[in-house]
Nanobody, 129 residues
Framework: QVQLVESGGGLVQPGGSLRLSCAAS????????VRWFRQAPGKEREEVSC????????LYADSVKGRFTISRDNAKNTVYLQMNSLKPEDTGLYRC??????????????????????WGQGTQVIVSP
């Protein structure tokens, strides 16, 4: 089956850590730029991080910079989001999305996002005392 599946979410105290996984099946994730998004009830979707298919460069939202790290393990066909020093405002449904772009400029993380080839179903992250 061709899909993305997120895992690794859960309930954690402020200051704690979680590692989210975005695992692909049926296609090779290394050829796709992958973005992590999060959304809390009543709030707009926010892009958290990105890893490019072109050069493995990364991008982070200012709100998570220095605390989150995105990475790939191509042998496992998986993208990870390591989340440290978690804050209550990090709470939300985290989803990964993958898109294949043949043009370098479109594959870079600073390009404007649009339609995606694949979306995961999401994994919940709750940061609460």
């Amino acid at each position: 089956q061709v899909q993305l599946v997120e895992s690794g979410g859960g309930l954690v105290q402020p200051g704690g850590s979680l590692r989210l996984s975005c695992a692909a099946s049926g296609f090779t994730l290394a050829y796709y730029t992958v973005r992590w998004f999060r959304q809390a009830p009543g709030k707009e979707r926010e892009e958290v991080s990105c890893i490019s298919s072109y050069d493995e460069s990364t991008l982070y939202a200012d709100s998570v910079k220095g605390r989150f790290t995105i990475s790939r393990d191509n042998a496992k066909n998986t993208v990870y989001l390591q989340m440290n020093s978690l804050k209550p405002e990090d709470t939300g449904l985290y989803r990964c999305a993958a898109v294949m772009k043949l043009l370098r400029s479109q594959a870079m993380c600073d390009s404007e996002g649009g339609e995606y080839d694949y979306w995961g179903q999401g994994t919940q992250v709750i940061v609460s005392p």
